[in-house]
C-alpha cells in the first residue's frame, strides 16, 4: 500500500458552496439596495438617503471582492494539490489563508468602483437623477454634463420599443455588450430558438454588429423600466 495520504474534498466542495450562497446573498442585496437608491429619487427625498445607498452599494462590492478572493484562494490550492499531490498534506488552513491575504493585498479602490453591480447601479441612478430632475445638495452639473444627461433621457426614450416585438416594453434588459435593450422575455426566446437550431442569437438592433447575445449579457434596467412607466402614467392621464 502507498503511504501517501489521500485527500477528501467534500468537506472544500461544503465551504465553497456556502461561499457561492453567500455571494449570491450579497448580489441579493445590492440589488435592493439599488431598488431603494431608485424609489428614494423617484420620489425626491432626501439625497442623503441615496448617498447613503451608495455607501451602502460599496460595503457590498468590498464584500464581494473579499469573498471572490477567498473562493478563489480555495480552489487554487485544491488545484495545486491535485497536480502536485504531495506527500505530506500542508496545513491547508494556512496555505489558503497565505493566499487569501496575497489577493488581498493588491486590493484598490478602482476594484470596488469597477464592480459589475455597483457601476449598474451608478448608470441607473444617474439616468433617473436626469429623468426627474434631482440632485444633492450643493451638487451642480456642468453644462456637458447637463448635455449628457439630456441625451441619456432621449436614448431612454428612443429604447422604449423593443427591437423585437415592435411594441413598448414592459420589463425591459439591456445589453451590456453593445448596449440595446429588449424586452426580456422577447430576446430569451430568441436566443432559445437559435439555441435549438446550434447557432448563435444577432442582436436584433437595426445595424448592430454584435453577433451572440448571451443571457449573461443581459441585465435589467430600472431606470428605462420607471421611465416607460412614468411616461405611460402621463399619457393615460391626458387622455
Known amino acids: 500500500m502507498s503511504g501517501r495520504s489521500v485527500v477528501s474534498f467534500s468537506a472544500v466542495d461544503a465551504c465553497l458552496s456556502s461561499l457561492k450562497t453567500c455571494q449570491s446573498n450579497i448580489s441579493t442585496g445590492m440589488d435592493i439596495a439599488t431598488t431603494v437608491a431608485l424609489d428614494l429619487v423617484e420620489s425626491k427625498n432626501d439625497m442623503k438617503e441615496v448617498d447613503e445607498m451608495e455607501r451602502v452599494m460599496l460595503e457590498y462590492a468590498a464584500m ?78 456642468s ?55 446550434d447557432r448563435n442569437a444577432c442582436c436584433p438592433k437595426v445595424g448592430c454588429s454584435n453577433l451572440t447575445v448571451r443571457r449573461s449579457d443581459l441585465v435589467p434596467d430600472e431606470a428605462v423600466k420607471r421611465a416607460i412607466d412614468s411616461q405611460s402614467k402621463q399619457s393615460r392621464s391626458t387622455q
Open 64 to 141: 464581494s471582492r473579499e469573498m471572490n478572493h477567498y473562493m478563489e484562494a480555495v480552489e487554487d490550492t485544491v488545484n495545486q494539490l491535485k497536480r502536485d499531490k504531495p506527500e505530506t498534506l500542508p496545513d491547508l488552513k494556512n496555505v489558503v489563508e497565505e493566499k487569501f491575504k496575497a489577493l488581498e493585498s493588491g486590493n484598490s479602490d478602482l476594484d470596488l468602483q469597477s464592480n459589475e453591480k455597483f457601476a449598474h447601479f451608478r448608470e441607473q441612478l444617474r439616468q433617473m437623477k436626469a429623468q426627474f430632475g434631482v440632485q444633492a445638495d450643493g451638487e451642480k452639473s
Open 143 to 197: 453644462p456637458l454634463e447637463q448635455v449628457d444627461e439630456d441625451i441619456a433621457v432621449t436614448q431612454s426614450q428612443m429604447n422604449f420599443v423593443c427591437p423585437i416585438t415592435q411594441v413598448e416594453m414592459k420589463n425591459p434588459v439591456k445589453n451590456k455588450v453593445c448596449g440595446h435593450f429588449y424586452e426580456e422575455e422577447a430576446i430569451l426566446d430568441l436566443i432559445r430558438h437559435k439555441e435549438q437550431r
